[in-house]
């Protein structure tokens, strides 16, 4: 190898190298985890909605940090019901020596609604002695990496995730500079490849290279999105808006691998260096798609705080989605983007998007 270059065959054994110590860790990670000695001891308080959601977390999807030792609830009728293989063993007046007999370390609050007086005074009490309480919320949202809106309020949504919204102006500075950068370096690919993939796009069928869409931008503001034309032309002879769903028919031949690679959204670096998109946020919807969702789902306004991107946190953790339940899955995963956006995730979301590409797994 030239002096000063590493041998290609050196940086290939430190990749594999990486990738195997990251499997090995996880493995080791998962092990140790289903050791029960290392479990935190717990109860839920609450055998509602929110229990049982957070209950199915903790025992089927995230199975391994806690112990769950039984459920907490004032409803007599519900004493003795088991919630995912847990039993609600009392109510407020058990709970003390529920957490001295158990040796309990952490009280999940699953209540969505106002908290009694004294329940509240059994909570505080509990803290004082060195047990942790954990909002459900919180706990739904470190573990899935999703806000659970079916179980929020207004109120959480102002205090815990508008106030926490708000973004630090260096963070907006440097990822607009690195958007710029990026959309740069992704124009010279578009410009690389638009020969071939126009030439593909009119031979598999009539219609434009290139197809514009309105979109909802930041704060809801419409702006033109461009993408190489996956469909044929007049897929949507009413005007009406409408999902592709799988094996959609009016999908190309051409336009199914240019979504599996997703280079019919690489002329969206257009818009990126415009301001009016960013190379990481929530997808960016169609107006009439958005004024329905927002009579439907809630709290989906929110997501408008954050400007569009060509891929996201909620792309890489779901699938493309076809229906309002999956936009309301989407949702939870764009508002945890929202509050908790840094350069270091958008990272970690561009490489992951990158691993998509590489295998072909886009929509």
């Not at 940086?11 to 996880?26: N, P, Q, S, T, Y």
């Not at 112990?67 to 519900?78: F, S």
């Given at each position: 190898?030239?002096?000063?270059?590493?041998?290609?065959?050196?940086?290939?054994?430190?990749?594999?190298?990486?990738?195997?110590?990251?499997?090995?860790?996880?493995?080791?990670?998962?092990?140790?985890?289903?050791?029960?000695?290392?479990?935190?001891?717990?109860?839920?308080?609450?055998?509602?909605?929110?229990?049982?959601?957070?209950?199915?977390?903790?025992?089927?999807?995230?199975?391994?940090?806690?112990?769950?030792?039984?459920?907490?609830?004032?409803?007599?009728?519900?004493?003795?019901?088991?919630?995912?293989?847990?039993?609600?063993?009392?109510?407020?007046?058990?709970?003390?020596?529920?957490?001295?007999?158990?040796?309990?370390?952490?009280?999940?609050l699953a209540i969505t609604g106002d908290v009694q007086s004294k329940?509240?005074?059994?909570?505080?009490?509990?803290?004082?002695?060195?047990?942790?309480?954990?909002?459900?919320?919180?706990?739904?949202?470190?573990?899935?990496?999703?806000?659970?809106?079916?179980?929020?309020?207004?109120?959480?949504?102002?205090?815990?995730?508008?106030?926490?919204?708000?973004?630090?102006?260096?963070?907006?500075?440097?990822?607009?500079?690195?958007?710029?950068?990026?959309?740069?370096?992704?124009?010279?690919?578009?410009?690389?490849?638009?020969?071939?993939?126009?030439?593909?796009?009119?031979?598999?069928?009539?219609?434009?290279?290139?197809?514009?869409?309105?979109?909802?931008?930041?704060?809801?503001?419409?702006?033109?999105?461009?993408?190489?034309?996956?469909?044929?032309?007049?897929?949507?002879?009413?005007?009406?808006?409408?999902?592709?769903?799988?094996?959609?028919?009016?999908?190309?031949?051409?336009?199914?691998?240019?979504?599996?690679?997703?280079?019919?959204?690489?002329?969206?670096?257009?818009?990126?260096?415009?301001?009016?998109?960013?190379?990481?946020?929530?997808?960016?919807?169609?107006?009439?798609?958005?004024?329905?969702?927002?009579?439907?789902?809630?709290?989906?306004?929110?997501?408008?705080?954050?400007?569009?991107?060509?891929?996201?946190?909620?792309?890489?953790?779901?699938?493309?989605?076809?229906?309002?339940?999956?936009?309301?899955?989407?949702?939870?995963?764009?508002?945890?983007?929202?509050?908790?956006?840094?350069?270091?995730?958008?990272?970690?979301?561009?490489?992951?998007?990158?691993?998509?590409?590489?295998?072909?797994?886009?929509?």
């Open positions: 190898a030239p002096r000063g270059t590493l041998p290609r065959l050196v940086v290939l054994v430190f990749l594999v190298g990486v990738v195997a110590i990251e499997l090995m860790w996880r493995l080791v990670y998962i092990r140790l985890l289903s050791l029960p000695s290392l479990q935190q001891p717990a109860l839920v308080v609450g055998a509602g909605r929110a229990g049982s959601a957070i209950l199915r977390v903790l025992v089927r999807e995230v199975p391994g940090h806690f112990r769950v030792l039984g459920i907490i609830d004032d409803d007599p009728a519900k004493r003795g019901q088991a919630i995912e293989g847990v039993v609600v063993r009392g109510g407020t007046a058990q709970l003390r020596d529920l957490v001295a007999e158990e040796g309990i370390t952490a009280l999940i329940l509240f005074e059994t909570l505080l009490e509990c803290q004082e002695r060195g047990v942790e309480v954990i909002r459900m919320p919180t706990l739904y949202e470190e573990l899935l990496g999703r806000v659970p809106i079916a179980y929020l309020n207004s109120e959480w949504i102002l205090t815990s995730f508008v106030d926490s919204a708000r973004v630090h102006d260096l963070y907006s500075r440097a990822k607009r500079l690195f958007d710029i950068l990026g959309a740069l370096a992704g124009l010279v690919v578009v410009a690389a490849l638009f020969p071939l993939l126009a030439l593909l796009v009119r031979l598999d069928s009539r219609g434009p290279v290139l197809y514009g869409q309105e979109r909802s931008g930041r704060g809801g503001k419409p702006f033109r999105m461009v993408k190489f034309r996956t469909m044929v032309a007049d897929a949507e002879p009413d005007g009406e808006a409408r999902w592709a769903e799988p094996g959609d028919p009016r999908v190309t031949r051409i336009g199914r691998f240019l979504r599996r690679t997703r280079l019919d959204e690489i002329p969206q670096f257009w818009n990126i260096l415009r301001g009016e998109m960013s190379l990481v946020g929530p997808r960016a919807e169609r107006p009439a798609l958005v004024r329905r969702l927002e009579s439907e789902v809630p709290f989906y306004r929110a997501r408008m705080l954050a400007r569009p991107g060509a891929t996201g946190w909620a792309q890489v953790n779901y699938r493309y989605g076809w229906s309002v339940e999956d936009a309301a899955t989407k949702l939870e995963y764009d508002l945890y983007y929202i509050r908790h956006r840094s350069l270091w995730l958008d990272l970690r979301i561009l490489l992951r998007t990158l691993g998509t590409v590489v295998r072909f797994q886009g929509t």
